[in-house]
């Protein structure tokens, strides 16, 4: 699931057919589910990508600090120790195995934060629809 295709789940569901309202309310808890569940999802691979960013912290600092097994710098040479905290901070921030991690979480935060204003506006999906059939009574002479 990426956002794109939420984007383009939201396009469709967020459609209120102003002639079958009544439909369209009994529609808002199966909406809230849905969304929800992907919110849950998402929040729980934020949560999986925050513990493999602190793993792959952990191994870049010890990669940095010459403590790593040696059999690493075998593969990846690092011919210097750095002991300084500010240049190790560079050094992870540099780091391209931590930045693609750090972008991981970046998506996922956008993801969330995009189904949180969905799952609001469902949530505000009833007083939408109320106030569509106030219209509706009104224009008819009803009101």
């Known amino acids: 699931m990426n956002l794109e295709t939420i984007q383009s789940m939201w396009e469709k569901d967020s459609q209120i057919d102003k002639d079958n309202l009544h439909d369209e309310s009994l529609k808002i808890p199966a909406l809230h589910a849905k969304y929800h569940e ?12 925050e513990q493999q960013r602190k793993n ?8 940095y600090s010459g403590k790593a097994d040696p059999d690493v710098y075998l593969e990846n040479p690092f011919p210097k120790k750095v002991r300084d905290k500010d240049a190790m901070q560079k050094y992870l921030d540099a780091d391209e195995k931590l930045s693609q991690v ?26 939408q629809i109320k106030n569509a059939i106030e219209w509706q009574r009104f224009t008819a002479g009803y009101g």
């Open 56 to 63: 792959i912290r952990h191994e870049r600092y010890e990669y």
């Open 38 to 49: 992907l919110f849950n999802n998402i929040l729980l691979l934020r949560k999986k990508a």
């Open 102 to 127: 750090n972008l991981k979480i970046d998506y996922y935060e956008t993801m969330l934060n995009y189904i949180e204003s969905i799952l609001k506006q469902v949530s505000n999906r009833t007083y």
